[in-house]
């Protein structure tokens, strides 16, 4: 009797090292009182079922004050073949011996219910909204149905004897995941640090990252599947080679896991698969990170304005701890998708004359200033209107934040070239979202001028849009010359001069006939 009872302290102890825990004992103080007891299963997922195995067997006497525990004949090889011993007393002896050991509890109980998944074995009772009711016994509680994709499978090993009621609330163990991306400001030559929203312009190269956790209790597997999914927009062009894989620090060997581009699902554009995490190389702990890092370029597809680019990802995983095969299992555990968004803005400017008249047959540069290179850089080719395909409204589109210079590079016959506008494009946006998983809002163009004032908004030299992404100006030639053409003086000069001596002829023509008649 007295073993007996060590054996009842030491299942309890189980509790404590599986995927369970104990919230709540309603001890009736006897261990006879309770015929049945009420568990009740409290932070699972909606929709979890959970089914009972009755381990052992428990007889009291008349008295209600001493009891016995016996394994259940329907067990008993399952027990035996955990434990390693041949009779159902060697079983008994065994956990009260090791019942101290944490490592050998945590292993018999896994060994248990993988014996008892293999042997399918059909259940003593099975859970309606979360709730058994079940006789005096030993019993393992297992979560067979998961409640959704982030769900993890639950085990708990307990003692119903003497309880009218027991809570149990789950230990959840389920990953997480997490993308970020960099920003780089090329005029100013800063780099932001990972987070939620950038800005780019066309061509550039986009550094992202992708970082997942395991279940705290991957010990207990034997295979980890562990599959990134990522899913870009058409605006970005995902650099295949570019990947690269770090577990705790520790870079990966590429022959450890795979970068899968074709035949996906989910709408993804790549994937990176480990099909057995736990053979890469590095010793997982529950604290290890994985870590994906990559880069995209921004296209000419590339959505402008407001509503930008998303690059969403997800993390596919192993949920089952007593899943040995290698590669995905059946259905695998997801993360909810993460993301971030690459915004992109465009310059617009219209050719008119002094009167707000279209001219067409300007030609126009864009330059952007580069720090590291201490020089305004060309963005693109001029573009130019001509007779046959008249131009009056430029657009320079995928441009990111940053200074800039525009120059009226080819100037319409009759007009005066427009001065060189010097401008820095300032935009605003919610850079880090924390672990909300929404994606970051662009909340403000701004156009900015030499000196550091606000050049945009009613009555300024810019008018901007956030949803378009759009900063349009207009930019004046005004027609005419002060200057003299050439020969004109003279000209005037000698017309003068003529005038003069025409003038001065007569009068002294007048003269001399006065001077005659006398």
């Known amino acids: 009797m007295k073993k007996m009872k060590k054996v009842m302290a030491l299942l309890l102890s189980l509790?404590?090292?599986?995927?369970?825990?104990?919230?709540?004992?309603?001890?009736?103080?006897?261990?006879?009182?309770?015929?049945?007891?009420?568990?009740?299963?409290?932070?699972?997922?909606?929709?979890?079922?959970?089914?009972?195995?009755?381990?052992?067997?428990?007889?009291?006497?008349?008295a209600g004050k001493n009891f016995t525990y016996t394994v259940n004949n329907k067990y008993s090889s399952v027990l035996q073949s955990a434990t390693g011993k041949n009779t159902d007393e060697a079983v008994i002896d065994y956990l009260d011996k090791n019942k101290s050991d944490e490592a050998i509890i945590r292993t018999v109980a896994d060994s248990v219910y993988r014996a008892l998944t293999n042997a399918n074995l059909e259940a003593d009772a099975v859970s309606s909204n979360n709730v058994f009711t079940v006789g005096k016994g030993y019993y393992l509680i297992a979560e067979k149905t998961l409640g959704n994709k982030q769900d993890t499978y639950s085990l708990v090993m307990l003692d119903t004897l003497g309880n009218k009621s027991i809570e149990i609330k789950t230990k959840e163990s389920t990953p997480t995941l997490e993308k970020k991306i960099k920003e780089k400001n090329d005029s100013t030559g800063i780099e932001t640090n990972w987070q939620d929203g950038a800005d780019y312009d066309l061509g550039d190269v986009i550094p992202f990252k992708l970082t997942g956790t395991v279940s705290s209790r991957i010990a207990n597997y034997t295979t980890y599947y562990y599959a990134f999914h990522d899913k870009m927009s058409t605006g970005l062009t995902f650099n295949t080679n570019s990947v690269s894989v770090t577990i705790d620090g520790t870079t990966i060997d590429k022959s450890k896991y795979s970068v899968k581009t074709e035949g996906l699902t989910d709408g993804c554009t790549f994937e990176v698969v480990f099909d057995d995490l736990k053979n890469a190389g590095v010793e997982l702990t529950g604290n290890s990170k994985v870590v994906v890092e990559y880069n995209a370029t921004l296209n000419d597809k590339a959505v402008l304005g407001s509503k930008g680019n998303p690059n969403d990802a997800k993390l596919e995983y192993n949920n089952n701890p007593y899943y040995e095969g290698n590669g995905k299992p059946e259905n695998p555990g997801e993360t909810p998708w993460d993301g971030v968004i690459v915004f992109t803005y465009k310059l617009v400017a219209n050719k008119v004359d002094q009167n707000g008249a279209s001219v067409n047959g300007a030609g126009f540069t864009l330059y952007k200033y580069n720090k590291g290179n201490n020089a305004y850089e060309k963005v693109g080719e001029e573009i130019k209107g001509t007779d046959d395909n008249p131009v009056t409204k430029f657009e320079f589109s995928y441009?990111?934040?940053?200074?800039?210079?525009?120059?009226e590079s080819t100037v319409p016959a009759g007009y005066s070239a427009a001065p060189d506008l010097v401008f820095e494009v300032k935009a605003t946006y919610t850079a880090d979202m924390g672990a909300t998983g929404d994606k970051p809002t662009l909340t403000a163009l701004e156009i900015i001028d030499e000196n550091?004032?606000?050049?945009?908004?009613?009555?300024?030299?810019?008018?901007?849009?956030?949803?378009?992404?759009?900063?349009?100006?207009?930019?004046?030639?005004?027609?005419?010359?002060?200057?003299?053409?050439?020969?004109?003086?003279?000209?005037?000069?000698?017309?003068?001069?003529?005038?003069?001596?025409?003038?001065?002829?007569?009068?002294?023509?007048?003269?001399?006939?006065?001077?005659?008649?006398?």
């Open 452 to 518: 550091g004032n606000t050049i945009s908004g009613e009555d300024q030299v810019f008018t901007t849009n956030l949803e378009k992404g759009s900063a349009e100006t207009n930019v004046v030639n005004k027609s005419g010359s002060t200057l003299p053409t050439t020969g004109g003086m003279g000209t005037t000069i000698f017309y003068v001069i003529g005038s003069i001596l025409v003038l001065g002829a007569a009068i002294l023509l007048i003269t001399k006939k006065r001077m005659s008649a006398r």
């Open 15 to 62: 509790v404590m090292v599986l995927a369970m825990s104990i919230a709540t004992f309603a001890d009736e103080g006897s261990t006879g009182s309770s015929t049945s007891t009420t568990i009740t299963i409290n932070g699972g997922a909606n929709g979890s079922v959970y089914s009972a195995y009755k381990l052992m067997d428990v007889s009291v006497d008349a």
């Open 399 to 407: 441009l990111d934040a940053g200074m800039y210079k525009l120059v």
